[in-house]
């Protein structure tokens, strides 16, 4: 079963692509861990993921598609996946059916409003690391880390500037999918405004 999660930032496509990976014992495979696995093996290609990340410049279609497909042509995806947050571009998913068949691409719904939200209200711990929400999960002291005291911070990420960015970014490059995908037949949507197990629940009744 070979699937795509599509969807803004702050939809939850990472924490159901973990979800889901778990219930059905296939890999969650996203950009992000590639390039940092890359990077550290210091294969020919994660050295030049480094400089061009050291650089501070966006790794090119062209290079996150060889380690994609180096990627899926691994065992442990020869019974399927989930790419969680690729492909990211029209270029990207052009190059990705050049040598994979995706069976289904789940788009998650939500509004731009919820994503705000979602993602404004995120604290991380400085010490630990530790994630919060201010609405979902908050810290029994406002601003403290239950586990370890520490700092409670909003990334520079979860700021509402940045977010809006992210999301203008995202209905440039990465909405055009949602029709592509759906010409070829493969789209599935879900309403992802809701929690996580309602979106499993959705994503199952889909894949069964
Ligand atoms: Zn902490």
């Known amino acids: 079963?070979?699937?795509?999660?599509?969807?803004?930032?702050?939809?939850?496509?990472?924490?159901?692509?973990?979800?889901?990976?778990?219930?059905?014992?296939?890999?969650?495979?996203?950009?992000?861990?590639?390039?940092?696995?890359?990077?550290?093996?210091?294969?020919?290609?994660?050295?030049?993921?480094?400089?061009?990340?050291?650089?501070?410049?966006?790794?090119?279609?062209?290079?996150?598609?060889?380690?994609?497909?180096?990627?899926?042509?691994?065992?442990?995806?020869?019974?399927?996946?989930?790419?969680?947050?690729?492909?990211?571009?029209?270029?990207?998913?052009?190059?990705?059916?050049?040598?994979?068949?995706?069976?289904?691409?789940?788009?998650?719904?939500?509004?731009?409003?919820?994503?705000?939200?979602?993602?404004?209200?995120r604290r991380v711990c400085r010490s630990c690391g530790a994630i919060y929400h201010v609405d979902n999960m908050p810290p029994k002291v406002e601003g403290k880390c239950d586990r370890c005291g520490g700092e409670l911070y909003i990334r520079d990420d979860d700021k509402i500037d940045s977010i809006k960015n992210r999301l203008r970014v995202y209905k440039e490059q990465t909405e055009p999918l949602i029709a592509y995908y759906r010409d070829k037949g493969l789209l599935r949507e879900i309403d992802s405004s809701r929690s996580p197990q309602h979106s499993l629940e959705q994503i199952k009744g889909i894949l069964e």
Do not use: C, W
């Open 1 to 121: 079963m070979n699937l795509i999660f599509l969807g803004a930032p702050g939809a939850g496509k990472g924490t159901l692509a973990t979800l889901l990976s778990r219930e059905y014992g296939i890999p969650q495979i996203s950009t992000g861990d590639l390039f940092r696995a890359a990077v550290k093996e210091g294969s020919e290609l994660g050295n030049k993921v480094k400089g061009i990340m050291e650089k501070g410049e966006l790794v090119p279609d062209s290079l996150t598609v060889e380690l994609v497909r180096q990627r899926l042509a691994k065992a442990d995806a020869g019974g399927g996946y989930i790419l969680d947050g690729f492909p990211r571009t029209i270029v990207q998913a052009d190059a990705l059916a050049g040598f994979e068949q995706i069976d289904h691409v789940i788009n998650f719904e939500i509004d731009d409003q919820l994503v705000i939200r979602r993602l404004s209200g």
